[in-house]
């Protein structure tokens, strides 16, 4: 699904990713973990195509198809998501609006008919229950005056309406209290099928208490030293990266 070969990407002249290698199939569950400043959210932004990163070498395929090509519209409409790690607002623009506009360019992209006013109500309030999100959200701005939690939990109801081939969270946890983290996290598992997959980038082992990986990675210095089971997880929550650090430094 997912083939990420030697990529290195660059902001102005400083360069972040120095050879990162991955493999991600359907069905599979990506933990990347990793100190502060490692490349980690870097390397969520250049899937998406965030501009503000330059990829100097290497190569990226979806679905067999060359990522780097892509706008990022075609991205997202090819069943790439990224949840952010800060969400951004979005003032004068309602939740069902913005969610109706995207299903249904989702939907024109796959040759289908657009869906209808009580196809789509049905659709959002079935979502919406996923993860637990206050229908009344729904018809505020996006994420304007919500919670941390709510939206962090926007994101995941975003991400249950487009039902992406692949999702990458980037820190999706970062803020959330027990409660919020274990409805998002439950929501995010529930959306997980043999036919999608997911890449979760996280400093901290309790989220993968409740999506539990098939693989975990460690990044540092922009490039992936190490992979594990969801063991590795626990070892790092135990006795952190100076192992890894020391071994990689030496």
């Known amino acids: 699904m997912l083939s990420v070969k030697n990529l290195h990407a660059k902001v102005g002249d400083k360069?972040?990713?120095?050879?990162?290698?991955?493999?991600?199939?359907?069905?599979?569950?990506?933990?990347?973990?990793?100190?502060?400043?490692?490349?980690k959210s870097t390397f969520a932004s250049v899937l998406a195509g965030n501009e503000k990163f330059t990829v100097t070498e290497g190569s990226v395929e979806f679905l067999g198809q060359n990522l780097l090509d892509m706008s990022i519209e075609d991205r997202a409409r090819m069943g790439l998501f990224l949840g952010f790690q800060y969400p951004v607002e979005i003032p004068g623009?309602?939740?069902?609006?913005?969610?109706?506009?995207?299903?249904?360019?989702?939907?024109?992209?796959?040759?289908?008919?657009?869906?209808?006013?009580?196809?789509?109500?049905?659709?959002?309030?079935?979502?919406?229950?996923?993860v637990e999100l206050d229908s009344k959200l729904t018809s505020r701005a996006v994420n304007e005056g919500f919670s941390g939690?709510?939206?962090?939990?926007?994101?995941?109801?975003?991400?249950?309406?487009?039902?992406?081939?692949?999702?990458?969270?980037?820190?999706?946890?970062?803020?959330?209290?027990?409660?919020a983290l274990r409805i998002v996290a439950t929501g995010v598992t529930k959306l997980h099928t043999p036919e999608n997959a997911t890449v979760v980038?996280?400093?901290?082992?309790?989220?993968?208490?409740?999506?539990?990986?098939?693989?975990?990675?460690?990044?540092?210095?922009?490039?992936?030293?190490?992979?594990?089971?969801?063991?590795?997880?626990?070892?790092?929550?135990?006795?952190?990266?100076?192992?890894?650090?020391?071994?990689?430094?030496?």
């Open 149 to 179: 939690g709510e939206k962090k939990k926007n994101e995941i109801f975003q991400m249950a309406m487009l039902n992406p081939k692949l999702a990458v969270l980037d820190e999706t946890d970062s803020g959330l209290d027990i409660d």
């Open 15 to 39: 360069e972040i990713l120095r050879g990162i290698n991955l493999e991600v199939r359907p069905g599979e569950v990506h933990a990347i973990m990793g100190p502060n400043g490692s490349g």
């Open 93 to 130: 623009v309602t939740m069902a609006n913005f969610m109706k506009m995207a299903v249904n360019e989702q939907r024109k992209f796959r040759g289908e008919e657009p869906l209808t006013a009580g196809e789509f109500l049905r659709m959002m309030r079935e979502k919406s229950a996923v």
């Open 201 to 250: 980038i996280t400093h901290y082992q309790r989220l993968l208490d409740y999506i539990v990986p098939d693989y975990v990675h460690v990044l540092y210095k922009g490039q992936i030293i190490y992979s594990g089971d969801k063991s590795l997880a626990l070892k790092l929550e135990k006795e952190g990266y100076d192992w890894l650090i020391n071994e990689y430094d030496k």
